[in-house]
């Protein structure tokens, strides 16, 4: 067995339609590895909603713009969770906003606008929430439990991949837990002697050990998403 893999390899080692946790202790340690798997499970007739608490709308959609692996941001919704003091969607372009991070009601709702407006044209929508760590900080353990899973089951028959990113430093292990209970399998993500390191938990023949990350040229800067 190779002891590097490769963005598309995690892709593939979970369902088509799994909610997949991604662990690491900060956002330096994950870097882009949610976008880069976002932008592995996209293809050409799919579509994507980002959920972002810490860049603004127009930031995301920059980003993947500039990727290579993105199919296409036509093909892309943001729900803007960002504070800020006027909000406004902008559903030509696909932009709906709630007031802030731990706004959950205006988040499903925002969320729902999203798949609805791309379940017209493509019949898969993946999602990327940039970091449950964000509303975390700013509620309560239970609320937030559940928020996510209705988030996890918002997408409906459309659903594709999503990936939920958590940042164990401030995050609280018995969160980490129940996240993961949710979640239909998990990416854990360190650092060692400078390289980035993966372990995946989901199904009992899933191997318990970790590999080397391939290295992969990223259009994503992480300054920005946490």
Known sequence: MSR????????????????VLVTGTCPETVGSLHHELLCSAVDDDEGAVVVTTEDT????????????????????????????DRRHAEPDRNVWKTSSPVDFSGAMLALRRGYESLAVEYDTVHLLFDTLTTPLVGADS???MRFAHQVMLEGGSTAG???????????ATSDVTKLKHLSEGMIEVRKRGGKRQVRLRGSPETPAEWFDLAEYDSAFDIRGFV
């Not at 709308?57 to 800020?84: H, N």
């Open 4 to 19: 590097i893999k490769q963005i598309d390899e995690l892709r593939a080692a979970f369902p088509a339609d799994a909610s």
């Open 57 to 84: 709308a127009d930031g995301v959609r920059r980003r993947f713009d500039r990727s290579r692996r993105f199919a296409s941001t036509s093909g892309l919704a943001v729900v803007d969770g960002t504070p800020k």
């Open 142 to 144: 239970s609320t937030l």
């Open 161 to 171: 991949l999503q990936l939920f990113p958590v940042f164990t430093n401030v995050t």
